[in-house]
Structure formats: C-alpha cells, structure tokens
C-alpha cells in the first residue's frame, strides 16, 4: 500500500461494523422467526423491520460521510457499493420476514431454515470482517468463505424449487396459491444471499486495490 500525505477518513469503519453486527442480530431475528408458531411470528417480524430501519440510519451516515469527506479511505464507489450491498441484504430479510407474516404461513419447508442459516452464517463471517477493512488482513478467507456459502445456498434454493413446482413421485402437490407463496419467500432469501456475495466480491476489490 502507498504512502499518503493527506490523512485519510477514518470513521466509515466502525461505521461499516455496525451495520453489519445489525445484520447479525436481524439474521438471529429471523431464524426464530422461521422456528417460530405463526401466532408469535408478527412480533419477529416488527423486530426485524426495527433493525431494517436501524440499518438505513447506519447506510444514511455511511452516504453523508461519503458526501462529506474529502479523503475517503478507499474507492469512493466501493464505500458506495458496500453500503448499498448490506442495506440490500436487511432489505432482502426484512422483506422475507413481511412475508411470512402477510401470507399466514404455517408450516415452512425445512429448506427455508436452512436457507436462513446460511444467512446467519454470512452474516457473522461479514461482521468479523468489517473490522479488518482498515489494515486489509486475512480478508481473503472472508470473501472466499461467503461465495462458498452462497453455492451451497444455491444449491438449497434449487432443491427448494424443485421439490415446490415438481414434488416427488407420491408426494402431494401444494394449491397453487401456497406454491407461489412461498416461491416468492425461498426467492427474496435467495437474494439476501446473493446480497452478501456482493458485499463479499466489494471487500476482494477493496483488498486488491489496497494492496
């Protein structure tokens, strides 16, 4: 890394923390959400959205810093990127939980827990790493672990799919409206994960320009 004259922003690092520690608890959140009977499952659910909203307050002083800083400690649109990227991921949850409670599901495929999982699972290993964005170590194991993640959520989404639209041989089929339902819920946790991926190929090309 090059030597600078001009001293450098520090406060988008804590800031950054936060915001993903927040997506840690909102990934625990959800989770019970999930396990949960559908009478306990609104009031998980308006904890979520009150993280979600924490959130945004964290991404608005992510963006005002940004606008208001000179000397940013790396690519102005990395900070963009990576700040929209976690906003997305609780976004994407917030929306799953919504959902849940909207439609009154009862009993979830066991896919969508495992699918929640893997969330949480990126959720901690993003918040672990948050903090070693300033002196850019052992950040390769994060961004490698994360895609790794995602693939085996992929691979989780299409079973769910699978098994949703084409039922093994014997199995009853769901009514339609249930199917489409929870396509639509099993389809936005997709996107939280593929959400994390973005935050995760962010901090490799952060990584690789500090370098």
Not at 140 to 147: A, F, G, I, K, L
Not at 151 to 178: F, K, S
Request: proline share 4%; no cysteine; glycine share 4%.
């Amino acid at each position: 890394m090059g030597f600078r004259l001009t001293p450098r922003e520090r406060g988008f690092y804590p800031l950054f923390t936060r915001a993903a520690e927040n997506i840690v608890t909102a990934a625990d959140e959800l989770a019970k959400l999930v396990a949960a009977e559908p009478s306990h499952r609104p009031e998980l659910a308006r904890r979520v959205k009150e993280l979600e909203i924490t959130g945004d307050t964290l991404t608005h002083e992510i963006m005002l810093k940004l606008n208001s800083t000179f000397v940013t400690p790396f690519d102005r649109e990395d900070i963009y990127r990576l700040a929209s990227s976690l906003d997305d991921v609780l976004d994407f949850m917030e929306e799953a939980a919504d959902r849940i409670v909207l439609y009154r599901l009862g009993t979830l495929p066991s896919g969508v827990a495992t699918q929640v999982d893997l969330l949480r699972r990126a959720a901690v290993a993003t918040a672990e790493a948050m903090p070693r964005l300033e002196n850019m170590n052992q950040l390769r194991e994060y961004w490698v672990h994360v895609n790794t993640l995602e693939e085996e959520g992929d691979g989780v989404y299409r079973q769910l799919l699978g098994d949703l639209l084409a039922p093994a041989d014997g199995a009853r089929h769901a009514d339609p409206l249930t199917v489409i339902t929870i396509k639509e819920i099993i389809e936005t946790l997709e996107e939280a994960a593929d959400a994390f991926e973005t935050v995760a190929n962010t901090v490799e090309s952060i990584a690789v320009k500090e370098a």
